[in-house]
């Protein structure tokens, strides 16, 4: 049972709650959600409301059928970011994954910013 959705309207939470005036959200999920009690629509909502910077990072199997990098890119992608992937991540041991290939996406700002982040 994966709550994705509720897993990351408790960290936008969380960071509305935090001091500091700039916040880093980072998701690492295969993008499937079966638990949640928060919607997509929901959570898009919340995320677009939030001043956060949303990183989303997909891992997954290619036959995982809980997969949904669209909801990653999504939610990236719905604040001003670009999508990246690849194909064939190389496993911890240095040996390319391709019995079972996984796919790695990340998901990062397109906005530039200068040396000091702003």
Known sequence: MTALYDAIAKGLQELQAGSRDKKVLIVVSDGGDNASAHSLAQ????????????Y???????EDK???LGVLKD????H???SLSARGVARSNGHSASA???TFAINTP?????????
Not at 75 to 78: I, K, P, R, S, Y
């Open 80 to 82: 001003g970011r670009r």
């Open 110 to 118: 397109s906005r530039t910013t200068n040396q000091h982040g702003a």
């Open 43 to 54: 959570v898009m909502k919340l995320a677009g409301q939030s001043n956060a910077v949303i």
């Open 100 to 102: 079972s290939p996984a």
């Open 66 to 68: 809980e997969r949904n």
């Open 56 to 62: 989303t990072v997909g891992i997954f199997q290619a």
């Open 75 to 78: 939610l990236a992608q719905g």
